[in-house]
């Protein structure tokens, strides 16, 4: 029987939706249960077809609902919202259900002798065990296993936050799938983990750096190359002492294996860092990847915010021919993997590329104008207000641009600290002579969100200001098990509808 029939949770829905799962999503759920029976079981409802079956829903706060995993209550939600704002063609695509999850940060407590690596209990800093999670790629599932075992037989003390005590804080597992040596349907299932070790340390000359040299060695004995199961890509290192939430330090150590981690989305090779942010997951990233490059004319000069490495821009800039590309992202530690998947692009790619680290709320303007295209993906708190502020008096900004023909971030004598060292962390990419109208106005925002509630409040703060109105929506299935989605929604400056409007009655009038 189904862990799921076991629950005393009740369906998150009465009503039975069909099951839009494609094929690839569904085929990669694990064979139900074998029956001795001669006669065929009767087929489960939908609800059960796309139900979580994890043994660990009860007390892991990852999951918030394990049923009609293909179809989140929310995008009921969404697709009202979209059509009271004139989009009625809302799309959600169901994505891959289980085994999505190529990146996990883990917490790791308990005893050397019996540790406990997984999340916290919902409202607690308790930790739940999640060996069997469904939402992992099988490949992280299976390092944990094999750090679990490595802690034991080291006698690694997992951390203590009351006493501050212990060695290992956290793990980070990431899963690259890229491997070309691989036909391209075996790739994904052959993911190879990248393991980031949160040690509690300054550094890796602290005492107790012996034990995490001995981990590490033992995560490669056993998971690297020369292993029967081939599973750990790299081990890296990350030393944290600090006693608040922040799960990394500042200070990374690449200790074994592959230092560049590649992976292959929306057209591009990426690198990624470990330091860096990275989606979790990466087949569902992709597919909006390809929605979102359709929304880009060829040739647009594209600001990207909220970039992380640039993964947006860049794939931009490589298959739609952008003139130019800016990307804005606050975290330095970003920078490296912008230069690596910078320098792998196809060589005809003839873009003016340029990634700064910067605050995006400071000055959003000065990113903005001379753009066609703004890219927005921020955190799941949503835009920063004075960016919302700045797109909401977009129109008004025309003549203050006029009275400089170079944005604020050029200017020769510039004094504000945060701008100087904006510009020293900057990379400039190809030619920087690209023919830019550093005057012009972007036609076209792209929002794409993973906070709902905080997407919502700045449409309609962006839609109120009539600066802008809403062309398209998608919604993309990138946290199944939850209530959460992805949200690429497009907005147009001006007021698309009521232009249109008006041309009607014209020619009403005209008949
Ligand atoms: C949801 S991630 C998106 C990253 C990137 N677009 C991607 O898909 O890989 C949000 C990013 O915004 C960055 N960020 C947060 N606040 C920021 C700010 N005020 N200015 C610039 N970047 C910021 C974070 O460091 C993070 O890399």
Redesign the pocket.
């Given at each position: 029987m189904p862990l799921c029939l076991l629950s005393t949770r009740p369906p998150s829905s009465l009503t039975l939706i069909t099951c839009h799962a494609s094929p690839g999503a569904l085929r990669t759920h694990p064979s139900p249960p074998s029956t001795t029976s001669l006669s065929l079981p009767p087929t489960p409802p939908p609800s059960l077809t796309c139900a979580l079956h994890c043994p660990h829903f009860q007390s892991c706060s990852g999951c918030t609902h394990e049923f009609n995993l293909h179809r989140p209550i929310i995008v009921d939600e969404a697709t009202d919202f979209f059509k009271t704002l004139g989009v009625s063609d809302f799309t959600f695509d169901t994505c891959r259900l289980w085994e999505w999850r190529c990146r996990a940060k883990l917490a790791v407590r308990g005893s050397a002798e019996s540790p406990l690596i997984g999340l916290y209990q919902e409202g607690t800093h308790n930790v739940v065990d999640i060996p069997q999670c469904k939402a992992h790629h099988p490949n992280i599932n299976a390092a944990v296993e094999l750090l679990r075992r490595g802690i034991t037989e080291l006698n690694v003390e997992p951390y203590d936050e009351d006493q501050g005590t212990g060695d290992l804080r956290y793990v980070q597992m990431a899963v690259t799938t890229y491997n070309t040596s691989l036909p391209a349907s075996e790739r994904y299932r052959n993911g190879k983990v990248q393991v980031s070790l949160v040690w509690n340390s300054r550094n890796e000359n602290s005492p107790n750096s012996e034990k995490l040299n001995a981990l590490a060695n033992f995560l490669w004995r056993n998971g690297g190359p020369k292993s029967n199961v081939h599973l750990i890509h790299s081990v890296w290192a990350n030393f944290q002492t600090s006693t608040n939430n922040i799960i990394f330090g500042n200070r990374w150590r690449h200790l074994l294996g592959e230092r560049d981690f590649w992976e292959h989305v929306g057209g591009i090779d990426i690198a990624l860092a470990p330091s860096s942010?990275?989606?979790a997951n990466t087949r569902a990233?992709d597919i909006l990847l390809r929605k979102l490059q359709k929304y880009v004319p060829f040739g647009a000069s594209v600001a990207?915010?909220?970039?992380?490495?640039g993964?947006?821009g860049l794939s931009l800039a490589a298959t739609r021919k952008c003139r130019s590309v800016k990307c804005?992202?606050?975290?330095k530690e970003?920078k490296l993997s912008f230069e690596k998947t910078a320098d792998r692009l196809p060589k005809i790619v003839d873009s003016s590329i340029s990634w700064h680290h910067?605050?995006?709320?400071k000055e959003p303007l000065s990113w903005m104008v001379g753009s066609d295209v703004i890219v927005v993906?921020?955190?799941r708190k949503g835009l920063?207000t004075s960016l919302v502020d700045a797109l909401q008096n977009i129109k008004s900004v025309k003549h203050k641009a006029k009275s400089s023909s170079e944005s604020p971030h050029e200017v020769k004598d510039e004094k504000r600290p945060w701008i100087l060292r904006a510009r020293e962390d900057s990379v400039q990419i190809g030619s920087k002579t690209t023919s830019v109208d550093s005057q012009a106005l972007p036609e076209t925002l792209i929002y794409?969100s993973?906070g709902w509630d905080s997407f919502k409040e700045d449409c309609k703060l962006l839609l109120s200001s009539k600066a802008w109105h809403l062309e398209k929506a998608h919604g993309y299935n990138f946290f199944p098990g939850t209530q959460s989605i992805e949200v690429l929604a497009v907005f147009k400056r001006g007021q698309g509808g009521l232009k249109k409007k008006k041309l009607g009655k014209k020619k009403k009038k005209r008949l």
């Open positions: 942010f990275g989606q990233f990207d915010l909220y970039a992380g490495a993964v947006i804005i992202e606050i975290n970003s910067a605050d995006a709320s993906d921020p955190p920063d794409i993973c």
